[in-house]
């Protein structure tokens, strides 16, 4: 730290306040004009912080009503505004939120006088594998399945950036600059749902551009490296090779370079999952993980804060014991989510499978053949009611209802990262309320625990 104060530094200039992306006027605040201020990074932390602070501290979010805390995004500068106040808490996850994690990076390096705390500290986490898909034990001497999709995988993030089925294009490469190059990794999935193996010499990829003035593109075993030579586009086509015989090509896809490129994803948080809140039980360790951190913050009032965790910690726990007596006597062991996949905690605690097409982030969209493994799961498994997340919308939900044979109905359940008006002006827009009166009997409908 140089000496100076966040105030100090919010009158000397700008230029060390500036986080891309972080954004907007607070929306929701529990004011308390005399006491601490401590602002939070989604509804579902503000929710927990406002119950643990009670009427000693301000609480506010910047994440407006209706908005997931993970897909949403602000427009505007918010650090100034976060370092005003006196504590921030968010979730240290690579991905989850970028601008949240950006901003709690620029508060440790640069004000030490903003407490931060981390709801994820003493949760441990579950991996979360992102893809769908089996790996393919497979000698291609047996005679192979025809591949019925394919899929570039960003080498840096990790991420699918494009993916090729039914015959065309869905996302691309992001746009390179003149002088970057970038690392794609093919992957061929055949009409099993299953990854092909590249390993191997009788495999080989291939990619070929049809104005190398543009771009090169250079294949190592797995790896596509695009390298630009000026400014422009050019279409580039991916095949798959079997011994001599070529068994796949795509579609060609569009290569862009420009002056101003296209960075990519950001790293995902997709190795763990993040989104703990979803159980009941662990949801009462980030509250004493913010209760141990507004003590630290206003030691003066630690019994309030003692007081007001221990009340809200029982709540939390009446609501687990409510989920698993009524989740207890059920008919089946498996539920389809047909949004992002935000329950893995919660089917975790009450001992149930949790199917879903999409991925942890709001912004993944499903495959045709996604969905139609989704129909064969609920068939399967006879599911009768199919789930929706609110926010996510029920196009997905409603698209395999109509293809199941064995599902009549959808559900909705709120992943709790935010609420609506409405929500609270009926009295269950607040977490506890969400999971009681939305999540609770929608999963006893999903499960046959009616």
Partial sequence: MNGYTRRELLRVGGGSLAVGGVAGCLDRTDANSDGLVVHTSFFTLYDFTRNVAGDQLSVSTPVPAEQHGHGWEPSTNLLPEIVDGDAFVYLDADGFQPWAEAAAAEIEANYDDVQLINVLEDIDLVEYESDHHDEYDHNPSDGYGSVAELELVDAQSRQVVAQFHFGHWHGAVPTLGVDDTRRIEPRFIDSENAVIPLEGDEYRIEANVDDSDILSADVDGETITLTPNSVGETPVTIELWVDDEQVFAAEPATVSVDDEPDPGPEPDHGLVDVKFFSDPVLAQQGVRTIRDGLIELDDAHESTYRENAADYIEQLDALHEQFRAELADRDRQQVLLASHDSFSYLGRRYGFEIETPVGLSPNDEPSTRDIAAA????????????????????????????????????AMVSAAESSLDDWNADGYGDYIGQMREINLPAFKAALGAD
């Fill in 375 to 410: 129909v064969d799961f609920v068939d399967d498994h006879e599911i009768s009611h199919v789930l929706w997340d609110y926010f996510d919308g029920d196009e997905t939900a409603e698209a395999i209802v109509a293809e199941a044979e064995t599902a009549t109905e959808t």
